[in-house]
């Protein structure tokens, strides 16, 4: 069993930035890929980054090239989502979660086992 715990969430002005923590128990977390996910009030849950098992490779979605920067920590533990040049359509619940699987069809939700209970990032104007 994998349990995931984000932080590093808040209330940042436009333009700022936030760095987002996953850290994981649970064996053989280190192999697993890793998605960061965001659900905005009245939106569906939506993929923005994911990271392959030794960070060789990444996904960003459209609206967080450039901006956003998925990585995995020393002993690919925690992972990180670093965050800048935040805008108000940022604002959402942001969780991390792991697959078993690898590193294909990144984006889709049903393909993560195990997930975080989410952090709170809200992007005033």
């Known amino acids: 069993q994998v349990q995931l715990v984000e932080s590093g969430g808040g209330l940042v002005q436009a333009g700022g930035s936030l760095r987002l923590s996953c850290a994981a128990s649970g064996r053989t977390f280190s192999t697993y890929p890793m998605g960061w996910f965001r659900q905005a009030p009245g939106k569906e849950r939506e993929c923005v980054a994911a990271?392959?098992?030794?960070?060789?490779?990444?996904y960003y979605a459209d609206s967080a090239k450039g901006r956003f920067s998925i990585s995995r920590g020393a002993a690919k533990n925690p992972v990180y989502l670093q965050m800048n040049s935040l805008k108000p359509e940022d604002t959402a619940v942001y969780y991390c979660?792991?697959?078993?699987?690898?590193?294909?069809?990144?984006?889709?939700?049903?393909?993560?086992?195990?997930w975080g209970q989410g952090t709170q990032v809200t992007v005033s104007s």
């Open positions: 979660a792991a697959r078993v699987r690898s590193f294909v069809e990144v984006t889709r939700l049903r393909e993560y086992d195990y």
């Open positions: 990271i392959s098992r030794n960070g060789d490779s990444t």
